[in-house]
């Protein structure tokens, strides 16, 4: 297989693929039109046709994609969703009421693309944005926001692995996720996941579309 696609190569020892691409960016944000978004792909196999598409998609669109993730960030709170961030000075967490998407890019952290390989529907691999080096809002397990194409799906406080662990209780087979699960989670009980069912539905009724 070809072993190297832009600035990404496959790793044999690790059995991934590792780099970067080039990406447009919000100069506001980023002070560059073109960034260099490190990016992920955990995987010993050549990269599938909706890998490719996925890739080729974020490297035209990751100005609008991570607007939305912003934007959603700013929405989360109208459901009840709090911030705080770790004072490192004062070694304590201070509330955070962020306006603007200005204020949230200075506290997540630089973002990893990472290709999710085996999920994919309509041609393109899901993917996720990582948060991981210096996400103030989520110090101890980091920020992961999972997108189809422009459709934010999730949101969490922790890895891709458990956003997708998540997901996969509630509906196994991923050419069923839609978007919008963020929105529903704030309104979840924990008793709600003892019936995945009737989650799914919520999800399903609310979102779709």
């Not at 961030?85 to 955070?96: G, K, L, P, V």
């Not at 929105?183 to 919520?202: A, C, D, F």
Request: aromatic share 14%.
């Amino acid at each position: 297989m070809n072993r190297t696609l832009d600035q990404l190569r496959y790793i044999e020892k690790y059995e991934s693929w590792e780099g970067s691409l080039e990406v447009k960016a919000s100069v506001d944000l980023f002070n560059t039109e073109i960034y260099s978004l490190n990016t992920f792909i955990d995987t010993k196999y050549a990269l599938t046709t909706e890998d490719l598409s996925t890739i080729q998609f974020v490297k035209k669109n990751f100005h609008e994609i991570y607007t939305i993730f912003l934007e959603s960030l700013l929405e989360w709170q109208l459901y009840g969703i709090a911030y705080e961030i770790y004072d490192e000075q004062n070694h304590s967490f201070q509330s955070i009421y962020p306006k603007k998407i200005e204020d949230l890019h200075s506290y997540v952290g630089l973002p990893i693309l990472q290709i999710l390989h085996e999920y994919a529907k309509d041609g393109h691999s899901y993917y996720s944005l990582n948060f991981n080096k210096n996400c103030r809002i989520s110090i101890e397990h980091g920020f992961t926001a999972l997108f189809h194409k422009k459709e934010l799906i999730d949101l969490s406080p922790s890895d891709i692995d458990s956003v997708i662990s998540g997901l996969q209780y509630i509906e196994p087979d991923c050419s069923q996720w839609e978007k919008g699960f963020w929105k529903l989670k704030p309104k979840l009980e924990n008793s709600h996941y003892n019936e995945p069912g009737v989650i799914r539905n919520r999800w399903k009724s609310l979102f779709s579309g």
